[in-house]
């Protein structure tokens, strides 16, 4: 069983920057994709960002301009970048991969909080 460990979050001023990092138990290479998701209590989850193991990003379309996904294969982390950060981007930020196979995002880390300030 992969161990996904996040970290980064914290309290950011809006306008400011994130830098998130998912740590693998597991070689990130050996997913078929790893994805950045986010998501409040009450609301539904929305993926911010994701990448496949050829390191192919895709990024959802309102967040785009924002928010940058990439991997560090030595590392063996996969990062989330984000700028002018808004209030409503205050969510809880999780890591999940996808093994080859899989039909979705079956293994997810604990998440880290993310809280923007007006």
């Known amino acids: 069983q992969v161990v996904l460990v996040e970290s980064g979050g914290g309290v950011v001023q809006a306008g400011g920057i994130l830098k998130l990092s998912c740590t693998t138990s597991e070689r990130v290479s050996s997913f078929a994709a790893m994805a950045w998701f986010r998501q409040v209590t009450g609301k539904e989850r929305e993926q911010v960002a994701a990448?496949?193991?050829?390191?192919?990003?895709y990024a959802a379309y309102s967040l785009k301009d924002r928010f940058r996904i990439s991997r560090d294969d030595k590392k063996n982390t996969l990062d989330l970048q984000g700028r002018s950060l808004k209030p409503e981007d205050t969510d809880t930020y999780y890591c999940?991969?996808?093994?080859?196979?899989?039909?979705?995002?079956?293994?997810w880390g604990q998440g880290t909080q993310v809280t923007v300030s007006a």
């Open positions: 999940a991969t996808r093994r080859e196979g899989e039909t979705g995002f079956d293994h």
């Open positions: 990448m496949n193991r050829g390191g192919d990003a």
